[in-house]
């Protein structure tokens, strides 16, 4: 159920505003959990450079603006994917933990849609994870938009 007074949009469903609403003290628990993951990550990077991971778990899910964009899924290995909620994981720690990331195109799946990885660096070094994706350029396929 939705929260009275929820700072939280109301097109979101009931059960995100309630995850996106909250008390300073949630907040405040929450950034406690949030800094030590970025210490736990801190640590890694003590040793390697870059973390290269997948951006989502599939190709690019086709433009398709019909409907609830809550329900919308995409097929991966046979199992319905929640497009809004199970797609994005491989960027969410990243993005919930403040460090930089960018995605670099590697080319098309067999049926002609996008596929991406995910550059992590060390958080504050945000030029190095650019300055690997703009070499990366030299290596990998680049984008090329999708067929219509």
Do not use: K
Not at 10 to 39: K, V, Y
């Amino acid at each position: 159920m939705a929260l009275a007074g929820s700072a939280a949009s109301p097109s979101l469903p009931a059960d995100i505003q309630t995850a996106a609403s909250g008390s300073h003290m949630r907040w405040l628990r929450n950034h406690e959990r949030r800094e030590e993951l970025r210490d736990r990550w801190r640590s890694w990077f003590d040793d390697y450079d870059a973390l290269l991971c997948p951006a989502v778990l599939s190709t690019a899910p086709r433009h398709d603006l019909d409907g609830d964009p809550f329900a919308r899924t995409v097929d991966i290995d046979g199992v319905a994917r929640n497009i809004m909620m199970e797609i994005p994981q491989w960027t969410g720690l990243i993005n919930v933990i403040g460090y930089p990331a960018c995605v670099v195109p590697l080319g098309r799946a067999d049926e002609g849609l996008p596929v991406g990885m995910q550059i992590v660096t060390s958080y504050l070094r945000d030029r190095e994870s650019v300055d690997l994706a703009r070499r990366m350029e030299d290596v990998v396929a680049g984008f090329e938009p999708p067929p219509l």
